[in-house]
């Protein structure tokens, strides 16, 4: 973020951890590996409007073009060396393989 804020003084983002809910995440996290997760403000969330209506969820165009610029940012750091990612794609826990071999 902060080498985004240098270039695009406009740029704007929140920090906090998410108060409901859960993610895909949660899944790696339970086997000990270190996660991350972008989250979009969203109106209507589970299409629930203020009134109770039905309505379509809505994020804000900024908010997606901001968060769009995060992750692309993200995909330029070199903070896994290439060979531990790829190892750790294939890798299957042993508390993961057990749970696949029980029948």
């Known amino acids: 973020v902060k080498e985004i804020l ?3 003084i406009k740029f704007a983002y929140q920090r906090q951890l998410m108060s409901a809910g859960g993610c895909e995440a949660s899944a790696f996290a339970i086997f000990g590996y270190s996660v991350t997760g ?3 403000p969203l109106r209507n969330w589970h299409n629930g409007n203020e009134e109770g209506d039905v309505e379509p969820e809505e994020i804000s165009l900024l908010d997606f073009e901001n968060a769009y610029k995060i992750m692309t940012n993200l995909g330029k750091l070199d903070i896994v060396e290439m060979k531990d990612y790829f190892k750790n794609l294939v890798m299957i826990p042993e508390d993961a393989k057990k749970l696949l071999n029980e029948e």
Do not use: G, W
Request: charged share 35%; aromatic share 0%.
């Open 6 to 8: 240098q270039k695009d």
């Open 38 to 40: 972008l989250a979009l």
